[in-house]
C-alpha cells in the first residue's frame, strides 16, 4: 500500500485517504476524499485551474481569478503600509 506524507499532521498516511475534515486541507479531494498532495507540488507554481483539476473543484473562471488576485494584493499592500 502507498504512503502518502500529510503536510498538515506532519505524519505519512496508509493509503490515499485523507484522516482530515472537509476544509481543514487544500489538498483534500472535493468528491474522492483522497490526498492529492505531491511534494513536487511545493516546489512548482500550479496554475489555478491545475490545481482545481487536481483537487476536484470546478475550474475558475480566468477573469475572477484576476480580479481575486489584484484585489488580495491590494489589501496585502494596504496592511503593509500602515
Request: glycine share 4%.
Amino acid at each position: 500500500m502507498t504512503t502518502i506524507f500529510c503536510v498538515i499532521i506532519e505524519k505519512r498516511l496508509v493509503g490515499p485517504r485523507c484522516p482530515l475534515p472537509n476544509g481543514a486541507c487544500m489538498w483534500k479531494h472535493r468528491e474522492t476524499g483522497d490526498c492529492t498532495y505531491d511534494e513536487q507540488f511545493a516546489s512548482s507554481d500550479l496554475t489555478v485551474n491545475e490545481y482545481a483539476a487536481r483537487v476536484g473543484l470546478p475550474l475558475a473562471d480566468p477573469e475572477a481569478v484576476t480580479i481575486i488576485k489584484n484585489s488580495l494584493a491590494d489589501c496585502i499592500r494596504r496592511e503593509l503600509v500602515d
